[in-house]
């Protein structure tokens, strides 16, 4: 038989369950505190229908858990380790790559965000490249291609300032 949620479940944060309390007091120094709290938890467990056999069940048992609890709560676990893995191997590549959606057949970033981010960072770079970063920059609004040439030196530029093209 399992034990009444009213006899394990904690009361609040500051007092423990109806059985806890009863039980800590077993640890009293003084006998006579003792042998009356193992009085007072055979006349709890009573009241509820309950045995000291009932009791070392359910502390056998994991608290009173069924096997199908069990599953659920293991099944839970792992659903929620899958979600936050996915999460954590989604947050690692948009961190080495971006976060832009688009990529290259060969698994690099679109040109558009490899200006884009040349613009964000360009702080870090001489002001001899500004213009230019710039101008990369403004191609992405009207879709306009740049030269190999002009590709090269983003590439570049990107490099410099920490980009990974992978």
């Given at each position: ?28 120094d ?12 055979a006349?709890?467990?009573?009241k ?23 599953r ?22 948009a ?39 710039d ?25 410099k ?6």
């Amino acid at each position: 038989m399992m034990l009444p949620r009213e006899l394990t479940t904690r009361e609040n944060e500051h007092h423990g369950s109806e059985l806890g309390d009863i039980i800590r007091q077993l640890m009293s120094d003084n006998q006579g505190h003792a042998v009356a709290a193992l009085c007072a938890m055979a006349r709890k467990l009573e009241k509820y229908g309950c045995t000291f056999l009932d009791l070392a069940d359910h502390i056998e048992n994991g608290g009173g858990l069924s096997d199908d609890d069990k599953r659920k709560i293991r099944s839970e676990i792992e659903k929620a380790r899958a979600i936050g893995y996915a999460e954590g191997v989604e947050a690692a590549e948009a961190r080495q790559h971006g976060t832009g959606a688009f990529r290259n057949a060969d698994g690099t970033p679109e040109w558009t965000e490899v200006a884009l981010y040349c613009q964000r960072q360009k702080h870090q770079l001489p002001a001899k490249h500004h213009e230019f970063i710039d101008d990369m920059a403004s191609r992405t609004v009207w879709g306009r291609e740049p030269t190999p040439r002009q590709h090269q030196y983003l590439n570049s530029l990107f490099y410099k300032l920490g980009g990974k093209i992978t």
